[in-house]
């Protein structure tokens, strides 16, 4: 079935819907202009890797893990973490149960749809449906994941294990997220109680991402090139390859080690570093032949909170960069002109 004189209303259901329809080649609605597209088979990039057993206090490779930490947020922006404490059951259930949501029939799926930013369960397509001009290859269920009492209800209850399967990865990435924000401070220099506090009070939001098979896939991307808007990102990915990062000035495609987990800088940490550290520009390509689940776990401080460059690394020398930003400022940017690339994050920094 040809879905190229579709109405707006039928792209809206999403890629899966496309697939299921049986489309033979990507509408109009998702093909980049040319100078977007991906424009040749980027190298593997072998990212840096942080041992979290090693952060642990006592342990005799800790200076050594804590240097490689800041170099990872320095140079690259993205890393990898080994020994992380999520047992390999947990993360191949996170996977298995990804799938199967995907997988239910578009009239389950559709139940959570919504373009409403702020919607605690959100299931859409595209990266912004609402502000794309043009689409890409991708489906998603978002989960507010914190506090989990006040949203666990609203979640969807099939598949029937997806509640108990995603409560068990949102605390354990949880966890995580709170141990490597207490080695970043470190590295940072900085002593800030009140800071780890907000980071424990913070907001949690995971992403199911769904890439189906593309018919052209040299035509679009499943995700276009973008920051991350929190303080970090803990990614599980399936196997299939898809994330690209920009790195001195190229795209390369990431090569995770099986069992990792990839961390990536966010917006927020940039600014609370007072651009020390660098959130990462990437982007998801797509294949002909392989679907690809990723699950995304975004973490910062709560909606509410403003966040600032720290106070102890703003000098005379070293003066600041950023202003204060806070989700308000976000979403007014969201609606009022999407965003691209590191569009929100210039947004906020201060002439010198």
Known sequence: ????????????????????????????????????????????????IVDISDLHPGSA?????????????????????????????????MIEV?????????????????????????????????????FCWRDFLKLTSHPLPEVLSLWPASPPDLREVAVSYARETRNLF??????????????????????REGSQLMVLNFFPPCPQPELTLGMPPHSDYGFLTVLLQDGVNGL??????????????????????????EIFSNGKYKSVLHRVFVNATSPRVSVASLHSLSPAAVVSPSPQLVT?????????????????????????????????????
């Open 61 to 93: 490779g800790r200076e050594r893990a804590l240097s490689s930490l800041a170099d990872a947020c320095r140079k690259y922006g993205l890393f990898q973490v080994v020994n992380h404490g999520l047992p390999g059951e947990v993360l191949r259930s």
């Open 244 to 269: 690209q990062m920009q790195h001195q000035g190229r795209w390369a495609t990431v090569n995770a080690a099986a069992g990792s987990l990839l961390v990536n800088v966010g917006d927020h940490l």
């Open 316 to 352: 005379a020398s070293e003066p600041r960069r950023y202003m204060d930003t806070g989700f308000a400022a976000f979403l007014h940017h969201l609606s009022s002109r999407g965003t691209t690339a590191k569009s929100f994050l210039e947004s906020r920094k201060l002439a010198h």
């Open 98 to 134: 990804s799938r199967s949501f995907f997988k239910l029939p578009l009239k389950e799926r559709e139940r959570f749809m919504s373009s409403e930013v702020l919607s605690p369960v959100r299931y859409g397509t595209s990266f912004n449906q609402t502000m794309d001009g043009v």
């Open 178 to 199: 709170l141990d490597l924000m207490a080695a970043i401070m470190e590295t940072l220099g900085v002593e800030d109680a009140k800071m780890m506090e907000k980071f």
């Open 1 to 48: 079935m040809e879905l190229e004189e579709s109405a707006e209303a039928d792209y809206m259901k999403g890629v899966k819907h496309l697939c299921e329809c049986e489309v033979k080649r990507v509408p109009t609605k998702y093909i980049l202009p040319v100078p977007d597209r991906t424009q040749a088979e980027p190298d593997l990039l072998e990212l840096p």
